[in-house]
């Protein structure tokens, strides 16, 4: 069994793989500020109640965002694992080609994405990953990164509106039954959720409308909030919560 972790600027998923299927998966705050002691502990107590047993852990797996975690988080694998965790980075020696003018800033979670969806699917695919940020990653079958779009995301979108709108709370964000809102909270819920499914919408046809060649992409739903707009959302086809745990045990699987 593999473990794998997509740290995220917000949460961190951790994932026990089989080959490349999600057997279990976990999601706890990113915490710049743990040791490796107390990510050791942390993992191991998540494996424990969930009656795995370190010993099938057979190695790692890293792809992270956020580099004040990677070390504290690599120290905590190897001691875990007993062996040294592969970290996924733009620099790593996998099949994709990262078609950009700046290939070594491609954050670590669009190359896995970029790996997994090429590999799973075999077609031009939008991979849309709702997190912290929703970014677009525009694949071409062959693996081939072409760019994409990186806008602000849902919760993040939230929170600016109750910091800077004084008689405005945090309201949970589901999609309201109309869009026209009677109470406040209704109101929010609209402007929020259905705006950022419109958004959604709008910039994948915007992609779609400069997409190279004839080829018409499979659009890929992943990330923390996918599964609530998958049925707002058009121009999504398919969700795949789990895309980047498999493009990182891929991943492992190419480099160790």
């Not at 191991?44 to 009656?51: F, I, Q, V, Y």
């Not at 078609?99 to 969806?117: C, F, Q």
């Not at 994409?148 to 509106?161: M, T, Y």
């Not at 869009?179 to 705006?195: F, N, P, Y």
């Amino acid at each position: 069994m593999l473990i794998v972790f997509d740290v995220g600027n917000t949460e961190t998923t951790i994932g026990l793989c089989a080959g490349d299927t999600v057997r279990a998966r976990w999601r706890v705050t990113t915490d710049t500020s743990r040791t490796p002691d107390e990510v050791f502990l942390l993992v191991r107590a998540l494996l424990e109640a969930s009656g795995v047993d370190r010993a099938t852990l057979t190695g790692s797996a890293i792809g992270s965002v956020v580099p004040a975690v990677s070390a504290p988080l690599a120290e905590a694998c190897a001691r875990l694992v007993g062996r040294p965790a592969v970290i996924v980075d733009a620099q790593s020696t996998l099949p994709i080609t990262l078609d950009v003018d700046e290939p070594l800033t491609v954050g670590a979670d669009r190359i896995i994405n970029t790996l997994a969806a090429s590999r799973i699917h075999r077609s031009d695919c939008i991979v849309v990953d709702l997190g912290t940020a929703t970014t677009y990653d525009c694949i071409k079958a062959d693996g081939t990164f072409i760019g994409g779009v990186i806008s602000p995301g849902v919760q993040a979108s939230a929170e600016s509106l109750f910091r800077k709108t004084a008689k405005l709370t945090a309201t949970e964000l589901v999609a309201p039954q109309r869009v026209i809102g009677r109470r406040t909270d209704e109101c929010i819920r609209s402007g929020v959720v259905l705006g950022a499914a419109d958004a959604i919408n709008g910039i994948v046809r915007r992609i779609k409308a400069e997409w190279p060649g004839t080829g018409k992409p499979l659009v890929i739903a992943t990330g923390g909030l996918a599964a609530a707009f998958i049925p707002l959302c058009a121009e999504l086809d398919v969700l795949e919560p789990d895309l980047t745990l498999r493009g990182l045990a891929m991943a492992h699987a190419l480099l160790s």
